[in-house]
């Protein structure tokens, strides 16, 4: 039936399909996976260490992929997608924190970087500014100034990380 319609209309079309596949998969199997995990299962401190803090971040990321519409697409499309890349940079910060297994945490290193620039990258593609003085969510946040306020940095203690 697409055929018979405007070529622009099929295209329209085929782009809200991206789209939702793209925000609706990852927080419908984000939110399966996070109500699937056990809850009265005992579990080694740092393993519930771990859990609680992913708790937590997965908790801040379905929220804050929930945003608002404004009427701008392309915008709302960047506020969803932050968040959920935000939530695997602090996943993956977990892993460094926790893991064990070397190819694992070589792996989170780059989720990482990779999320970091994509990050940036939506952000400029919507005319927002990114700073360049954004700490990599490893390291400790600097004092807040009137450029250090995109959301970007993430305080970590990583005594552990270097296992």
Not at 49 to 62: G, P, S, W
Not at 123 to 140: C, F, H, N, R, W
Request: hydrophobic share 45%; charged share 20%; with cysteine.
């Amino acid at each position: 039936m697409l055929r018979f319609l405007k070529p622009s209309l099929g295209k329209a079309m085929f782009g809200a399909r991206v789209f939702l596949a793209c925000v609706t998969s990852p927080v419908v199997l984000a939110h399966e996976m996070h109500a699937a995990a056990p809850q009265s299962v005992a579990v080694p401190s740092e393993e519930a260490a771990f859990l609680r803090e992913n708790e937590v971040a997965m908790t801040k990321m379905m929220n804050d992929m929930a945003a608002k519409p404004t009427g701008d697409i392309d915008k709302d499309f960047v506020a969803m997608m932050i968040p959920h890349h935000q939530g695997a940079i602090d996943m993956a910060v977990l892993e460094l924190r926790y893991g064990k297994n070397e190819q694992l945490r070589r792996i989170a290193q780059e989720i990482i970087v990779d999320q970091m620039q994509e990050i940036a990258a939506m952000k400029l593609a919507i005319g927002e500014p990114v700073s360049a003085s954004d700490p990599a969510p490893t390291q400790s946040a600097p004092a807040p100034t009137e450029n250090n306020h995109h959301g970007m940095h993430v305080n970590v203690d990583t005594t552990n990380a270097n296992k």
